[in-house]
Nanobody, 114 residues
């Protein structure tokens, strides 16, 4: 069993920045992929970015050039730096990890508003 605990998020003005962190704990043999998804009000769950072990980072087109993911395999953590935030980035953000199963964080609200 793997637990994902998120930290960060909050309220920011358009053009501002936020940073998320996600730490995986529990019985972890190997994590194949970590990433972030989000769900905005009235919209479907959507991919933000995924970071597979030894693979290519995949950003959603809507966040390319503004968001940056970083991962520490030794610590089983993944961070998301979000810059130049827009109102349309407002959503609940979920950390994701694929190991023996697929795991999700508790969700963290990000609100971009003036």
């Amino acid at each position: 069993q793997v637990q994902l605990v998120e930290s960060g998020g909050g309220l920011v003005q358009p053009g501002g920045s936020l940073r998320f962190s996600c730490a995986a704990s529990g019985t972890i043999l190997r994590i194949f992929l970590m990433g972030w998804y989000r769900q905005a009000p009235g919209k479907h769950h959507e991919l933000v970015v995924t970071f597979p072990s030894g693979g290519t980072i995949n950003y959603a087109d809507s966040v390319k050039g503004r968001f940056t993911i970083s991962r520490d395999n030794a610590k089983n953590t993944v961070d998301l730096q979000m810059n130049s935030l827009k109102p349309e980035d407002t959503a609940v953000y979920y950390c994701n990890a694929v190991a023996s199963d697929t795991y999700w964080g508790q969700g963290t609200q990000v609100t971009v508003s003036s």
